[in-house]
């Protein structure tokens, strides 16, 4: 019997063949549940067991890669829950973040908290993704069964992308430039888009220091030593043209061997701090931007 634990150390390819189309119910035995933390609430969406409230649904909507039903309250940003409108709710658990309960901890007062793991050990985001479900699926009541069945349809869905690569292994630089084209974030060892590149057989052309996320914010003449790399920049559509006319300007990013070869793609942005919906939005997203590079 495939469990998480063999699932993951198994072959992707394999599992291609044996994987069918998820098709997740919502569990008789679900709670009710009101997630702060957007990484559990799209891990619920996808299992069936939608929650009763999420913080902030309007942005949800428009940044994780799960469909929130109109019915779903909001009950704020995660920084400054409305716990008026939370207690009205009255859930039966509350899954929230290490950042949510240290900025409300008065949450606690109106149901019981259930911490979603948010740290991953080094090298093992994807596995973070794994426990933030099998977490958020214990605390809903829906069989864990359902999560090895995703589990199934997740590694099945990268290993489609993984074969439609080119016969291509140059690094990937994933990065976020800033509106002004001085600086951009990047994402390295231990960030959800690290994690894509390594199921996908890349490699990750950032090897700097990081912070705890897996994220660093560095100087564009950081990004000079990386002459032989892919950039793939994530796109925030409210700093788009700002961002373009900074970076048209810039001499320095011109200068930027990837820019001046052309072997540079663009993607929608995406939740950095995401779970297992968006690892294979991530990827499904990337790869057939790059089919279009040239060779």
């Known amino acids: 019997m495939l469990t998480r634990r063999r699932l993951l150390a198994a072959t992707p390819f394999a599992l291609a063949a044996v994987a069918a189309p998820f098709r997740a119910a919502a569990s008789s035995r679900a709670r009710r549940i009101a997630a702060i933390d957007w990484a559990a609430a799209e891990a619920l969406v996808a299992l069936g067991a939608t929650p009763v409230a999420v913080s902030d649904t309007q942005y949800f909507r428009q940044r994780m890669p799960v469909t929130l039903p109109e019915s779903v309250a909001d009950i704020g940003p995660f920084w400054e829950i409305n716990l008026e409108r939370l207690a009205a709710i009255a859930p039966d658990a509350?899954?929230?973040?290490?950042?949510?309960?240290?900025?409300?901890?008065?949450?606690?007062?109106?149901?019981?908290?259930?911490?979603?793991?948010?740290?991953?050990?080094?090298?093992?985001?994807?596995?973070?993704?794994?426990?933030?479900?099998?977490?958020?699926?214990?605390?809903?009541?829906?069989?864990?069964?359902?999560?090895?069945?995703?589990?199934?349809?997740?590694?099945?869905?990268?290993?489609?992308?993984?074969?439609?690569?080119?016969?291509?292994?140059?690094?990937?630089?994933?990065?976020?430039?800033?509106?002004?084209g001085r600086r951009t974030m990047v994402y390295g060892e231990g960030s959800l888009p690290d994690a894509v590149l390594k199921k996908l057989g890349l490699t990750n052309a950032w090897t700097g220091p990081v912070n705890a996320n897996g994220l660093a914010q560095?100087?564009?003449?950081?990004?000079?030593?990386?002459?032989?790399?892919?950039?793939?920049?994530?796109?925030?559509?409210?700093?788009?043209?700002?961002?373009?006319?900074?970076?048209?300007?810039?001499?320095l990013w011109q200068r930027l061997e990837p820019i001046r070869a052309a072997r540079s793609v663009t993607i929608p942005q995406f939740h950095p701090f995401g779970g297992l919906p968006s690892v294979t939005h991530f990827a499904e997203t990337l790869v057939p931007e790059l089919e279009g590079l040239p060779a």
Not at 231 to 243: A, D
């Open 94 to 180: 509350i899954l929230a973040n290490s950042s949510s309960l240290t900025m409300t901890p008065a949450i606690g007062e109106i149901a019981p908290v259930e911490q979603v793991p948010d740290r991953a050990e080094k090298g093992k985001r994807f596995e973070l993704a794994v426990a933030i479900m099998t977490h958020a699926a214990r605390v809903a009541g829906v069989p864990l069964a359902d999560v090895d069945a995703y589990l199934l349809d997740v590694e099945a869905r990268l290993a489609v992308q993984r074969q439609q690569l080119r016969d291509t292994r140059r690094p990937m630089l994933v990065l976020l430039p800033d509106q002004n």
């Open 218 to 251: 560095v100087g564009l003449d950081a990004l000079m030593p990386l002459d032989g790399a892919t950039f793939v920049q994530v796109e925030i559509p409210t700093l788009k043209v700002r961002t373009a006319r900074s970076l048209a300007r810039s001499a």
